[in-house]
Each structure stands twice: as structure tokens, then as C-alpha cells.
């Protein structure tokens, strides 16, 4: 008996490990936010898996479009534009406000990815800070563009841009017509100033690269947003 007790205890300590094993298999079919083998979709919470899921959208346009299907989102989807490192495939507009506040100018048409990005935002940091700070919705979006073919400014590194991957947002529109813009507004000490700033810090880990007037004097006047595929997963926060 005294041989077999080596054996019995790594018996239960198998057994222990498996029960452990289905336990997780399960909690991961019940959050699947948290799987990254999970399929994406629009309606569920940020989990750990969230950040390369959408990052994973940016190459397939079947997929991230699929998603939008499935959460009954109107779209209208822009043709493809551009050759090589500057060809964006995925440009969309959406058709009404459920997901994103209405862009000004409305024909940004940033990539599929990045619109999925921008509807978790939207939900999840925009809104309830807009709540929190002014008790009122965000309705509209200001944004710079999405496309353009170009490398990142003082690098040779092509930008985001160049497929669409990428917005810069300037300026907040509440519902009682108040603006907060980056340009005008995040360096006062008021609530104006707080909401902009708790909007970057509670985006980080969201997108690949969340780029501030803190980052440098070129973004003074906007957020750049974007979903960059990197090694490793890694995300910008500035």
C-alpha cells in the first residue's frame, strides 16, 4: 500500500488538473470577450481577448464585416482605394447612430476594424463618461479624416492611415450642443479638460495607438485612434 501512495497522489493531482481544465474551458464558453479563439462580436463586454480580436478584423474584411451583419448594423461600404501599403479595403459608413455619434465630416470612412473599435468606445468610454461628466449623450463625432496615404510624420514607417486603420477625433458634440474639442479645451482646469483626459486614459488597451496632446505639439488638436497590427499585441497609450 505503502507503493501505491506516490501513484494515488499524482492520480488526484491529475484528476484535480482536468477538473481545473473543464472548469476554465467552461468560464471561457461563458465569457467569451476573454477567448481569443472566440468569434467577435459587437454586442459583447471589453475582455482580455478584445484588443487582438479587433486587430485580427483588420485583415479580414469578410470577418469584421460579418460582424456588423450579425449585430443588424446599417452600413454602407465604400470601394477599395489605393494600391500596395496604401490600399484600404475595408472603409464603411454607418447609417445611423446606434454604434458611433454621427461623424462630422460624415464621409471619414475609417476601415471596418477601426469602426469596431469606435462602437466599443463609443459604448463603453464615451457615453457613460459623457453621462458622468454633463449627465448627457455624446451625439456627434468631429474627426480630421481616415484615409490618407502617407508615412508617419518624421518616420519612414507607413501610417495607419494609409489603410484606413486609423481616425483622428477633434472634437466632442453633447447633446445640448456643447463642443469639447482637444484644441480648445484639454488644457483648462475644468470638467471639459476631465472629460477628455478620463476619455484617453480609460482607451488605453482599446486600440493598438491612442495618441494625446501630451504626446506631441502635432496632435494638439485631436486623438489619434488606431488598431495596429504589432508583435506581441502591444498597444500605445500617450
Not at 54 to 64: E, H, I, K, T
Not at 69 to 92: E, F, H
Amino acid at each position: 500500500m505503502k507503493s501505491l501512495r506516490p501513484y494515488l497522489i499524482w492520480f488526484g493531482i491529475a484528476v484535480l488538473l482536468a477538473l481545473a481544465a473543464i472548469g476554465a474551458m467552461q468560464w471561457l464558453r461563458d465569457h467569451p470577450e476573454h477567448d481569443p479563439t472566440a468569434r467577435f462580436e459587437l454586442a459583447q463586454p471589453r475582455g482580455w481577448a478584445t484588443h487582438a480580436k479587433l486587430v485580427a478584423l483588420a485583415g479580414d474584411d469578410s470577418a469584421c464585416f460579418a460582424a456588423f451583419d450579425r449585430a443588424k448594423a446599417g452600413y454602407l461600404r465604400r470601394p477599395a482605394i489605393g494600391n500596395g501599403v496604401c490600399r484600404a479595403s475595408q472603409r464603411m459608413i454607418l447609417t445611423g447612430d446606434a454604434f458611433v455619434p454621427t461623424m462630422h465630416p460624415a464621409n471619414a470612412a475609417p476601415g471596418c476594424a477601426m469602426t469596431a473599435g469606435l462602437a466599443l468606445w463609443n459604448r463603453d468610454v464615451v457615453q457613460p463618461l459623457a453621462r458622468e461628466y454633463f449627465g448627457q449623450k455624446v451625439v456627434a463625432l468631429e474627426n480630421l479624416g481616415s484615409y490618407n496615404c502617407r508615412k508617419i510624420a518624421g518616420k519612414q514607417a507607413q501610417s495607419e492611415h494609409s489603410t484606413a486603420n486609423a481616425i483622428d477625433i477633434s472634437a466632442f458634440v453633447l447633446a445640448d450642443g456643447t463642443r469639447i474639442s482637444l484644441l480648445n479645451d484639454w488644457g483648462d482646469a475644468d470638467a471639459r479638460s476631465e472629460f477628455l483626459h478620463a476619455v484617453r486614459d480609460r482607451s488605453c488597451g482599446l486600440f493598438s495607438t491612442l495618441l494625446s496632446p501630451d504626446h506631441n505639439a502635432a496632435h494638439a488638436n485631436h486623438f489619434h485612434l488606431d488598431m495596429a497590427v504589432r508583435t506581441a499585441g502591444w498597444t500605445v497609450c500617450r
